[in-house]
């Protein structure tokens, strides 16, 4: 089933699993801005370019109070592996029975090859310090979606 967010409306709250070995809010993030994005699998070429251009860019996002959150169905493991590998300095988040990936309408119908299948659209949401999403980046293409997104934060 898929929903559909308004922009002014209070993002839908979650509790996941994270790299850190927590359990992470979107509540314990009241105060600062969230980029939430979620994606469709670690280790993948567009994936990867994506949380590597957000980890570039980490600094700038940052010193504008906003904090990264990345979202996807694989399992902290999985998770743990593409921090290492690709030196990743925000949070990942498993959501590996999708709950919060339908909440957020990004569990979606997909085709690849001819396939159809589940799985989830590569999108990013803009929450600010009361919890109130700004903003919907939907079936994000990776080539400057970063740009785009610190953009936002920065007017704000």
Not at 32 to 40: D, E, H, S
Not at 45 to 51: G, I, K, L, N
Not at 62 to 75: E, F, Q, R, Y
Request: charged fraction near 25%.
């Amino acid at each position: 089933m898929e929903m559909t967010l308004t922009e002014g409306q209070l993002a839908p709250g979650f509790e996941l699993p994270s790299s850190t070995g927590d359990t992470v809010k979107l509540s314990d993030y009241r105060g600062q801005r969230v980029l939430l994005y979620f994606y469709p699998k670690d280790m993948t070429s567009s994936c990867t370019q994506q949380a590597c251009d957000f980890r570039d860019r980490h600094e700038a996002f940052k010193g504008l109070n906003a904090v990264i959150l990345g979202v996807s169905t694989d399992p902290m493991k999985r998770h743990d592996q593409f921090i290492a590998k690709y030196g990743l300095p925000f949070i990942l988040l498993s959501d590996e029975d999708h709950q919060v990936a339908e909440q957020y309408g990004v569990w979606q119908l997909k085709k690849l090859y001819g396939k159809e299948y589940m799985g989830l659209v590569r999108s990013t949401f803009l929450i600010d310090e009361e919890g109130v999403l700004l903003k919907s980046w939907l079936k994000v293409r990776v080539k400057g979606h970063i740009e785009a997104a610190l953009e936002a934060v920065k007017e704000l």
